[in-house]
Structure formats: C-alpha cells, structure tokens
C-alpha cells in the first residue's frame, strides 16, 4: 500500500459523480477505493468505468477498513444520515452542497465530528479556484477601498433539460436557494466574512416542470417549493447585499457576483465554476473594465475541497470547512424564514472568513502605463 495517499469512499454514483471522479484523479495523493449507492447497478458501472476496487452498498463502504475519507455524493436531504453514519463509523467526510438540510442537523453533524475527532468538510470548493483567489487578493488588497454593497444573482440553470431525475430540487431540501445558494453566499462569504442579518421575499413560479433532459428518469415534476427567492444580507462587516436565487429567469443581463466599492467596482465570473474572468472598474468616469490577471494557476476541479481538507489534516484551517457550510446553510434558510415570517432574522452561526496562505497581490497592466498596476485601482476626477 503506498504511503502518504489518503483512501475515499464514494456514496452516490449519479450525475455529479463522473466529474469528481475526473477532478479527483489529479491528485496523487488521493485515491478512490470503494463507490457505493443504493441503487447496487450505479455503483457497479461506476467500478467498471472508472476501475474503482470496491463497490456496493453503503454498509460495504462504511465496513471498508481501508477508506479513510467519505465523499458524499447523495442528494442533499439524505446528507445528514449519509455522512453521520460515516462518521459514526470512524471515516472523515468530505459532503456536496448544502452540508444538511435542516440547521439542526448541520449543529449535530459538527459536534458529532468534534467528538469524535474527525475531519467534516463541505461544498463548495469552486471558490477555491481561480476566480476565488484573484477575487480574495483584490478585497484584502484594499484596492476597492471600503466595500459598501455586492449584489449576487443566480439565474435558472435549466436543470429540468439537463438532470436525469431533478425531482429533489423542487422538494423541500431544494430549490434555487439552497441548491445554488451555497456558491454565491460562500463567494460572498469569503470576501466579506460573516452574514450578521436577512430577509427574504420568494415565490412559487410554474407549479410543475416538464423534464426535457434526453436520459431523464421522470418526465415532470410537482413543484412544492419557491422557485423564485429574493433577498438582503447585511455583512457582520456593515456590507449590504442584495440577493436572487431563481429557477424562473430564464435569460438576464444581470451580473453573477459584484462588490461595490468606494474605490471601485469588482465584477466576479458565474460561481458554480472554477475559472472565469476578474474584472474590476476604478470609480474615475473614464476608467475602463479591466480583467485582472488570475493569481492562482488555472485549472481547478471538483475535488479541490477534499484536497484542501485532507491539508488540514496537517494542521493548516480547512477553507472549505464545515462550519464555513453551517453558517451558508444558515443563512440560505434563514431567507426562507424570513419570507415566511416576513420578519428579519438574526443569524447565530459565525465564521471567520477561509484562511488564505501565500495569496499574491494581484497586478495587471493599466491603458496609461503599461507596467503593473500593483496595488493600486487609481480612482482619479468622476
Ligand atoms: N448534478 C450536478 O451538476 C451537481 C453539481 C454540484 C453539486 N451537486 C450536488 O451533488 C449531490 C448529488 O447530486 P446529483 O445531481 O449527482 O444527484 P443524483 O440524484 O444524480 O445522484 C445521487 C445518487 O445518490 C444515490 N443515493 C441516494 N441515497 C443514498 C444513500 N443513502 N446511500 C448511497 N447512495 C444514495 C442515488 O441512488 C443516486 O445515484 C447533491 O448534493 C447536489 O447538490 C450536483
């Protein structure tokens, strides 16, 4: 057995597992000893295309001696009972978005973890990748002076034309707001820090969608859930955001993510991916955008946050940690609180923002003078 390579276990082969299958197999240091589902025939494709040693049901996996990591790849409301039970059975776990449904869950699952000593990491880990590391550099930089405002807008993402089976984003434990929240809050969360207040409004759009995707497994689904969610957060930092997690806007010229700044505005790539250009705007009326040159090397996959947690076993803070996940999941739910109680919630959780070690100042060449900007955006007359 080589030394130094850490042992995972995957539970749930279905459509996000061919990506961490291709993500994972970047790292030496990581490798994948067992896959297990439910549905005993996912498991066995998964052993045949990829060559995993071991597969079937999640009590061979969890009776695998030699898996040291739990990769829980379940549909969200079955990732309490997925990864407690790895847990329980002595394995570290690293979960998919969002880490539980229920806030609840998420408090037991840490302290779980805590007691027994062993590592719990979650989705996602996208902001671990270029985007994420160039957006960082420019906060911590100052360059945008004080940060006043960010707006995040989540548009469809056409599941119903793409997923096999998307029934479980239309029932509780769904939605845009918990399926694609997870990537805008925790972008946020990594610039700004902690989420101190929310409120929410949503609504119900169509009550069923058709399924359209051409390997799909039902053909429509009864919504019973908001599809259209709107919301503010206000920052423990004094920052106001405005948020929209939607399943009903099917085109938009709205941005994903920007940060409005008394020194400039910066511009931020969709965050369910990697890689995607940085831009950033000073507040001078001629300033032009300009894209800030990555600071990481591109190239980033799924499977960076199990990367960055098996790190941690060193000692260094995971980033993609569970209670950066708890305190998202928080938040995400606490909009739908709100818009139920039409009231602003308070949020408990805090975190500190993910520790970045060794982040380059970013640089980039501006019109006037084509040496590097360094640090410094230049506001000049508005
Ligand atoms: N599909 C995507 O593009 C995508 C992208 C990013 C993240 N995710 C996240 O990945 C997770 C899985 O999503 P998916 O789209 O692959 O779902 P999926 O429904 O396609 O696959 C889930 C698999 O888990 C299996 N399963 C269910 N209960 C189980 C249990 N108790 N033990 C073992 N296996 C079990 C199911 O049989 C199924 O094969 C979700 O948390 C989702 O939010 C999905």
Known sequence: MKTGVHRIGIMGCGKIFPAYMRGLARFEHLEVVHCADIISERALLGHQQYGI????????????????????????????????????????????????????????????????????????????????????????????????????????????????????????GGGPSLDRGPYYVTALVNLLGPVAEVSGMSRMGPPQRLVTAPNRLVDVVDVEIPTHATGLLRFASGVVATVVFSSDVWATEAPHIELYGTEGTLSLPHPNWFDGDVRIKGTSRDAEWQTVPPVVPVGAQRGEGIADLVASFDGRQARTSAVLARHVLE?????????????????????????????????WPVPDDQSSAGCQLGGGES
């Open 53 to 172: 040693p071991r597969w079937g049901g999640p009590d061979d996996l969890l009776d695998d001696e030699e898996v040291e990591i739990v990769l829980n790849l379940t549909p969200p409301t079955t990732h309490m009972e997925v990864s407690w039970a790895a847990l329980e059975a002595g394995k570290h776990v690293y979960s998919e978005k969002p880490i539980t449904t229920d806030l609840g869950d998420a408090n037991r699952l840490l302290a779980l973890a805590e007691a027994k000593g062993l590592a719990l990491g979650a989705a996602p880990d996208t902001f671990l990748g270029s985007w994420g590391a160039t957006s960082r550099a420019i906060v911590d930089s100052g360059l945008l002076g004080e940060i006043v405002g960010a707006t995040a807008f989540a548009a469809h993402n056409r599941v119903e034309t793409w997923h096999p089976e998307p029934t479980f984003l239309f029932k509780p």
């Open 331 to 363: 938040v995400l739910l606490a909009l739908g609180r709100s818009a139920q109680e039409r009231a602003f919630v308070s949020i408990q959780s805090r975190c500190e923002r993910p520790v970045w070690v060794d982040l380059p100042c970013p640089t």
